[in-house]
């Protein structure tokens, strides 16, 4: 089990940039695949990003490839998403799962562990 908890999020207007921090607790951080999902009002959690705890593999939802940048640093026990030119429709609450020794899934189901969610809003 690991403890997570996300920083970054404000209000920016659209074309601008936001980086989110994940950090996590415990020294077993190398072990999980990290992942990014975003939940708006009265919308279901989505996948947005993630990175494999083996080889650093990324996965990004097409609706944020070539914007949004994950990356993770193992000795800060920290997952970062970097978020580039961010429209409306990137607003929504972002959390931060942790899937040990996870393959890779887009599935909000299988990340056992959780954040408390941080704030993105888009103005247009």
């Known amino acids: 089990q690991v403890q997570l908890v996300e920083s970054g999020g404000g209000l920016v207007q659209t074309g601008g940039s936001l980086r989110l921090s994940c950090v996590a607790s415990g020294r077993t951080f190398s072990l999980y695949t990290m992942g990014w999902f975003r939940q708006a009002p009265g919308k279901e959690r989505e996948f947005v990003a993630l990175i494999s705890w083996r080889g650093g593999i990324t996965y990004y939802a097409d609706s944020v490839k070539g914007r949004f940048t994950i990356s993770r640093d193992n000795a800060k026990n920290t997952v970062y998403l970097q978020m580039n030119s961010l429209k409306p429709e990137d607003t929504a609450v972002y959390y931060c799962?942790?899937?040990?020794?996870?393959?890779?899934?887009?599935?909000?189901?299988?990340?056992?562990?959780w954040g408390q969610g941080t704030q993105v809003t888009v103005s247009s």
């Open positions: 799962g942790a899937d040990f020794q996870g393959r890779g899934s887009h599935r909000a189901d299988e990340y056992e562990n």
